[in-house]
Nanobody
Framework: QVQLVESGGGLVQPGGSLRLSCAAS????????MAWYRQAPGKQRDLVAT???????NYADSVKGRFTISRDNAKNAMYLQMNSLKPEDTAVYYC?????????????WGQGTQVTVSS
């Protein structure tokens, strides 16, 4: 089992930067694909970025070129560097760990961290 705790959210002006962290405890962190999701008020939870166990990355079109996902398996941690932030980036950001297992996949979530982009 994996426990996830996000940190690093806050209030930032448009054009600013934030770095989110996701600390994982439990076993097998390096075997999980990791992802950041976000959910704005009244909207569904959307995928922001993913990083596989082999560090292959993918991004939502809305954040390409502005956000960078990374992981440090030695520290059981994942990060999201967010630059050139826009008001529409305002949301609760969630960390997710996923692994294809049998008979059911393993899927874990953090509690979320609030990011507010406003002047």
């Amino acid at each position: 089992q994996v426990q996830l705790v996000e940190s690093g959210g806050g209030l930032v002006q448009p054009g600013g930067s934030l770095r989110l962290s996701c600390a994982a405890s439990g076993s097998g962190f390096s075997t999980y694909a990791m992802a950041w999701y976000r959910q704005a008020p009244g909207k569904q939870r959307d995928l922001v970025a993913t990083i596989t166990s082999r560090r292959s990355t993918n991004y939502a079109d809305s954040v390409k070129g502005r956000f960078t996902i990374s992981r440090d398996n030695a520290k059981n941690a994942m990060y999201l560097q967010m630059n050139s932030l826009k008001p529409e980036d305002t949301a609760v950001y969630y960390c997710n760990a996923h692994r294809t297992d049998w008979p059911t996949d393993s899927d874990y979530w953090g509690q979320g961290t609030q990011v507010t982009v406003s002047s």
